[in-house]
């Protein structure tokens, strides 16, 4: 019951940051937005954590081979952090001594007030899920969401900075919040720590 529960909100949460993903990166390249194209590539790892998630749990395999299959899937999320925070991290830099200001995103913003929403109860009921079945990449992928809901918080104060006060170094100074939080958790996922360690 709650192993059928947990690949239901996997497959939400496939297909909600697969198409908050896309919105965010297409709307974050039109704008020249580099917070809201990392919050898409986030949304975009997300997926792949999902997918990864998906596939530990449709093994029927002995206690040792999951656990082996849960760490080979925190690397993998890990990796996909750890490789996002150098991209941000380069080029929000950049942004910023370049002076490259961004376009106001409407699309973004709304994007983020939504996220604002559903990260908060997904990331609720994956830990409930992840406490039931004891799978530590199930409550890493709860934290992940969780995690999302902090990107969108950030994302959202830089463009409505960008967007109410006009200051073009919002955007980029938001990314570079974003980038210690995102490292961390790449660190995190390839120790194989999760929410609950």
Known sequence: MFA?????????????NSLEG???????????SISLV?????????????????????VDAEEHRRERIERI???????????LAA???????SNLIDKKA???????????????VVMPLLSRAKRRVG??????????????TEFCTYLSAILLGGLLLNAVSDLWWADPAAALVMVPVIGKEGVDG???NTCCE
């Open 38 to 58: 990392g919050f898409g590539v986030d949304s975009f790892i997300e997926v792949t954590s999902g997918a990864a998630l998906l596939w530990r749990m449709s």
């Open 22 to 32: 896309i919105v965010a990166v297409v709307a974050g390249t039109f704008a020249g």
């Open 4 to 16: 059928q529960r947990g690949k239901r909100l996997e497959y939400f949460t496939i297909a909600w």
């Open 190 to 192: 390839l120790r194989g």
């Open 87 to 93: 991209y941000v991290g380069y080029e929000a830099v």
């Open 102 to 116: 961004p376009e106001h995103s409407l699309p973004g913003i709304i994007l983020a007030c939504v996220s604002l």
């Open 73 to 83: 899937t925190l690397r993998i999320v890990g990796a996909c952090f750890l490789s």
């Open 131 to 144: 406490a039931q079945l004891k799978s530590a990449a199930m409550n890493a992928d709860a934290k992940q």
